[in-house]
């Protein structure tokens, strides 16, 4: 499963990147080739950019970030409430890219639509990555996410620059081939504007206007407000566009395991002793020992899966933390966890050649790496 996870996460956005370079450079690449691609870029892209904004995105702009999480300690860099509106215009420009696409000749006013859509998309993707690029040279975990993020706007810009030819090519050669008489002047008009290549980027800049009329006004029937695309960009913190200002960051208050050898029952939770946590006292237990121990381990033995494993566990336990106010629910989640107390020893005695002091020697402020013989 990891092999497939890493195939198609790591390197099928790549070859899709290449397949629809090679659909732009190479003009006897069959049609159905460059639509299937087309459609697949789009799909897979709007997966994976959801997936990646998922991960990074933990923090509302008046939430503090709380140090520690994975990936980035930044703010999401779309507004939550207003991010509906960036998805409509997004679908609208990728459903005018696919019925582009398809190679067929549309009535021409629709075709002229259709081009509106997909610059506005060009000009969409601008904004997006101008938005994300700000901080990546700040942290590499974010550059990573970052450029998987890019990705997809880059090959919606090398889809249209290919779309947009091959339509222009299509229908000039259509008008020329097929002289069929003006029903007006307005008919004629039309025609013989974009028999030109020029007429294809006048009309279609023209038409950007009630394009994006009438996507304002499906935001405000949705909720949104005129403003929402605006409103997705600026009404967050620590990003390009960015104008909120966001509460100072807060340290990691504490693995909720903590919170359950405190505050259970004794005769429960079974705590063994005092031990130390950034530089504050508390009280452990062997469930809390073990879990630590394992935890440790594997950010010596693999450093990225611990970190996936500690923003699963921060993201996850931490929210539980703030309800184990009473005995009764710290004695609940001690005994939900021993489950996992007992894997997290199995994985320890399967990896570890002093599993025992290592958990012994948690929250003492030392490591068991310093009273391990080399050699």
Same mark, same amino acid.
């Given at each position: ?7 198609? +996460?790591?390197?099928? /956005? ?8 090679? +659909? ?37 702009? $008046?939430?503090?970030?709380?140090? %520690?999480?994975?990936?980035? *300690? ?9 991010? =509906? ?21 549309? /009535? ?16 969409? %993707? ?12 700040? $942290? ?25 030819? *091959? ?14 008489? @003006?029903?007006?002047?307005? $008919? ?21 206007? #009630? ?5 304002? +006004? ?9 403003? %929402? ?8 913190? $620590?990003?390009?566009? @960015? ?5 100072? #960051?807060? *340290?990691?208050? %504490? ?15 079974? /705590? ?22 394992? *935890? ?58 002093? /599993? ?16 391990? =013989?080399?050699?």
């Amino acid at each position: 499963m990891y092999i497939i996870f890493v195939l198609i +996460c790591g390197i099928f /956005p790549f070859v899709v990147t290449a397949e629809n370079i090679i +659909c732009l450079v190479r003009k006897d690449t069959p049609q159905k080739k460059k639509h299937k691609w087309t459609l697949i870029t789009l799909i897979a892209g709007t997966l994976l950019s959801t997936a990646v904004l998922s991960a990074i995105s933990s923090f509302r702009w $008046d939430e503090p970030v709380v140090i %520690g999480e994975y990936f980035t *300690e930044l703010h999401e860099p779309f507004y939550e409430k207003n991010v =509906l509106s960036l998805c409509l215009f997004a679908l609208a420009a990728m459903v005018c890219l696919y019925l582009l696409d398809r190679g067929r000749v549309m /009535p021409p006013l629709a075709a002229v639509i259709c081009v509106s859509g997909v610059y506005g998309g060009i000009i969409l %993707g601008l904004f997006y990555i101008s938005q994300l690029a700000v901080n990546i040279l700040n $942290d590499l975990n974010l550059l990573v996410a970052v450029g998987y993020l890019i990705l997809f706007p880059v090959n919606f810009f090398i889809i249209s620059a290919r779309v947009i030819r *091959e339509t222009v090519l299509l229908y000039t050669a259509y008008f020329r081939e097929n002289d069929i008489e @003006s029903k007006n002047r307005l $008919d004629g008009f039309l025609r013989s504007s974009l028999e030109k290549a020029a007429g294809w980027v006048i009309f279609p800049l023209i038409g950007l206007i #009630p394009f994006t009329g009438v996507l304002v +006004c499906l935001c405000i029937l949705v909720g949104q407000g005129p403003f %929402g695309i605006i409103r997705a960009f600026t009404n967050t913190s $620590d990003w390009t566009y @960015s104008t909120m200002i966001s509460p100072p #960051p807060v *340290e990691y208050e %504490g693995h909720y395991l903590c919170t359950v050898a405190v505050n259970g029952h004794e005769r429960v939770v079974k /705590p063994l002793r005092l031990g130390v946590r950034h530089g504050v006292v508390i009280g452990v237990n062997r469930q809390l020992c073990a879990a630590n121990a394992f *935890e440790q381990l594997i950010e010596d033995k693999a450093p990225r899966l611990h970190r996936l494993v500690r923003h699963i566990y921060d993201k996850y336990g931490y929210p539980v933390s703030k309800h184990i106010t009473t005995r009764l629910r710290a004695d609940i989640v001690y005994i939900l966890m021993k489950p996992l107390e007992w894997l997290f020893v199995a994985v320890l005695y399967l990896l570890d050649r002093d /599993p025992e002091s290592r958990i012994a020697m948690q929250y003492t402020g030392r490591h068991v790496r310093e009273f391990t =013989l080399k050699g």
